[in-house]
């Protein structure tokens, strides 16, 4: 290889990431502890962007479809219509969570009040039939006499362990509280943040594509930004397909238990489509939830009601999921099943919600290059297509 300027580079270039890479291996916990830090101090503007995300596909239908033919030629609408949109976007979500939350946590004190004054009741079967267990078999009064409890030494060990664990107990709690304050100080700083990227999302698109053109070659930035796009286009897909999908099923719930007379069957059924939105799995939260509390008005019911929802969450799982929201997405229902098995696996909800449409990404691009590619060698369609 001929030593000038430009092997030259590449030469140090090797070397000094070949430094940097041992540097590295020798230091990943230091590492580790600043990516660990850098990313504390991004978090609430990576959560910010996730809610814009979020937020912007029903702000965007609102704007483009309830506001798109009013005061076309009102210059000062035209500016309020997008705030307009976001405060209506906001209100709605608030809406639902409102309606999800006086329709269930009613009925769950409710119910709860029930078991405690079914309690003492309880209580009062459980000591006849012990009493009653004691009076048939005397050899076990016997045997319980046997056992004999130091009282004074369990007392002292008790106290010696409040005592010994009493810091780290505080310490814990106060941890746990300092979580949560942090916690909803950085989805407060993160829903401001969506805020102004929402009402500035053109502008900051703007800036973003210049970044880009500006530091790599038009080749990579066109593919970069067409790959941006499928991604902004499939998981916007994604999450309407999700909405659809929920709404389905919690109608499918409502007849269902309507025509079999169950109880409660619009809060169960609004709480089975609002957890739902959780892919495959989320609507099992509703159906724990739901058998609770027809449990207290009918143990019976409540066995049939576990049923029906087994067959109905088969029927979802199997054939109006993958083809709702995979079909949305267009990707196979097969692989909608896959990703939503690894993405569960690998990260829980979070992995089932971002796997779904990033294989759809995937998949796409990958079908792209697998067309271009037998395009290239000349492979026609009959060796493959049979």
Known sequence: MELNKNNMKKILWIITFAILLFVGVQNLYIIFRFVSYLFGL???????????????????????????????????????????????????????????????????????????????????EVGKKYRDLLEENPSIVEYLYQFTLDWKTISENIINILKNSGGTMLQSTFGFATSIVGGFINFFLGLLFSIYILLQKEKLGCQAKKLIYAYLPEQYADKLLSICSLSHVTFSKFLSGQCIEAVILGIIFYLAMSIFGFPYALMISVLIAFTALIPVFGAFIGCFVGAFLILIVSPLQAL??????????????????????????????????????????????????????????LYTLLREAVNQRLAVKKIPPNKYDS
Do not use: C
């Open 304 to 361: 049939w009601f576990i049923i029906l929802f087994l067959i109905i969450q088969q029927i979802e799982g199997n054939l109006i999921y993958p083809h709702v929201v995979g079909g949305s997405i267009g990707l196979p229902s097969i692989w909608v099943l896959v990703a939503v098995s690894i993405g569960g696996s690998t990260m829980g909800v979070a992995g089932m919600l971002i796997f779904i449409p990033m294989s759809s990404v």
């Open 42 to 124: 991004a978090f609430p503007f990576l959560l910010g962007g996730g809610i814009a995300f979020i937020l912007n596909v029903p702000m965007s239908s609102f704007e483009n479809k309830v506001f798109s033919k009013i005061g076309v030629k009102n210059k000062a609408f035209q500016k309020l219509k997008r705030p307009f949109s976001l405060l209506l976007t906001i209100v709605s979500i608030l809406g639902v969570i409102f309606l999800v939350v006086f329709l269930i946590v009613p009925e769950i004190g409710r119910t709860i009040e029930i078991v405690s004054n079914r309690f003492p009741t309880f209580l009062n």
